[in-house]
């Protein structure tokens, strides 16, 4: 039975928000919770620096906006000092662009405000058992920042090329020659060969063998 005991050891929090009305409110959600100890509670980031060196909580739950510099530049520095201490962020913004600075900085979830406290607690509770969390509302337009940046520089390149260069961009994908793809967009065998010089150099591609590879990784379809 004691092992069962050690197993469900409360998971022991720090509480980081610029605002007393909302530690208060969480910490008095949380110290509810058989699964949950809040060891001590913050308003900035040096107080919250010094809350983790102090206690070394396993989680740290952070708001992103505080009044002496951000929740992810303290995140960094804990997650740095502290591997073994897991960070959420908690704010009311569902920006990208903190949610990836987030994400760089070692946080293990990202949730907003508006979330309910029932799903708080799940969400807490699963980050402590070493799981990686977003909020359903930022996801989305987070992969698609990310989606963005990493196909970048393809779309780039794409919108240089015209709705016949893409047609035959899909063919030249698909493995067929040039007299195949000649005959199945009716021009001329030596047309095909100038398009596919044309394709390759405004893609900065060597070889047609690169553009099956190409057409995979961009997700082309002929649907566009």
Known sequence: MTSDAE?????????????????????????????????????????ALAAAR???????????????????EACREIRSEMPETKVVMLTSFPDEEA??????AGASGYLLKQIRARDLVEALEAVGRGDSLLDPAVTERVLERVRRVANAGASDELSALTSQERKILLL?????????IAAEVFLSDKTVKNYVSSILSKLNLQRRAQVAAFVAKNRLSGDG
């Open 99 to 104: 949610v990836l600075s987030a994400i760089l």
């Open 54 to 72: 102090r206690f070394q909580p396993d989680l740290v739950v952070m708001d992103v906006r505080l009044p002496d510099g951000t929740g992810i």
């Open 172 to 180: 030249v994908a698909e493995g067929k020659t040039n007299r195949e």
């Open 7 to 47: 197993k469900v050891r409360p998971l022991r929090l720090v509480i980081v928000d610029d605002h007393e009305v909302v530690r208060q409110g969480l910490s008095s959600l949380l110290a509810r919770r058989p699964g949950f100890q809040v060891v001590a509670e913050a308003g900035t980031v040096a107080e």
